[in-house]
């Protein structure tokens, strides 16, 4: 059974950063994808950013030049660096793997950006 257990989060002034971290415990497996989704309050679920195995990340256009995704691929985890944070950033983030097509999610992490 795979867990994906997230850190972080928090609340943080706009313009301040944050940083999430994900681990896969009990893996055993070989995810194709690892990245980050947010859900924002009567919205729907969007990508923030994923990093295949090999290859350059994706990233969301609302969060290009301010997030970082780094992925250790030994270790199963995947993080996301959060700097010059905006109020419409204010979510919750929910860590994402995929292995055969097959999607695991973590429990949710609350980021609010709040003067």
């Known amino acids: 059974q795979v867990q994906l257990v997230e850190s972080g989060g928090g609340l943080v002034q706009p313009g301040g950063s944050l940083r999430l971290s994900c681990v896969a415990s009990?893996?055993?497996?070989?995810?194709?994808?690892m990245g980050w989704y947010r859900q924002a309050p009567g919205k729907q679920r969007e990508l923030v950013a994923t990093k295949g195995r090999w290859g350059s990340p994706n990233y969301a256009d609302s969060v290009k030049g301010r997030f970082t995704i780094v992925r250790d691929n030994p270790k199963d985890t995947v993080d996301l660096q959060m700097d010059s944070l905006k109020p419409e950033d204010t979510a919750v983030y929910y860590c994402?793997?995929?292995?055969?097509?097959?999607?695991?999610w973590g429990q949710g992490s609350q980021v609010t950006v709040s003067s």
């Open positions: 994402n793997a995929k292995a055969n097509e097959v999607d695991f």
């Open positions: 009990r893996s055993g497996f070989s995810f194709d994808v």
